[in-house]
């Protein structure tokens, strides 16, 4: 089933206390980086190409000397705790992919199992 990213925001406003939602869908100050990120996103358009061989399409990369299937990584949310216990580490072993982990005076260090190659 293909989902507009819009149906995401919704079922996280039906599923979230509004205090964590507001936190989430919010910007700082004016929201002005907010808007124009939404902007830029709603502003990119998809071509489709029907027929057309895919079966030899290689989307990967090398990073850190490690093979990634896509050039895909996973960016620290805010209080990622809130959101679900060790909310971080959650997204870390769920993602095959990059993460940048963020640190705040009052969390512990994280230990992440190494994934298998």
Do not use: C
């Not at 205090?19 to 100050?29: E, K, Q, S, T």
């Not at 027929?51 to 620290?76: E, F, I, N, Q, Y």
Request: charged share 25%.
């Amino acid at each position: 089933m293909v989902r507009p990213v819009s149906s995401f925001r919704d079922m996280a406003q039906r599923r979230l206390p509004g205090l964590l939602f507001h936190y989430i869908d919010g910007g700082a100050y004016g929201e002005v980086t907010l808007r124009r990120n939404i902007e830029d996103m709603e502003a990119i358009e998809l071509r489709q190409r029907v027929l057309v061989d895919v079966s030899k399409l290689d989307t990967g990369v090398t990073l850190l000397g490690r093979h990634w299937s896509m050039p895909v990584g996973l960016g620290p949310v805010g209080m990622a705790g809130m959101y679900a216990r060790r909310g971080e580490a959650q997204a870390a072993r769920a993602a095959p992919m990059p993460m940048s982990h963020s640190r705040s005076r009052r969390s512990r260090r994280a230990t992440f199992p190494r994934s298998k190659k």
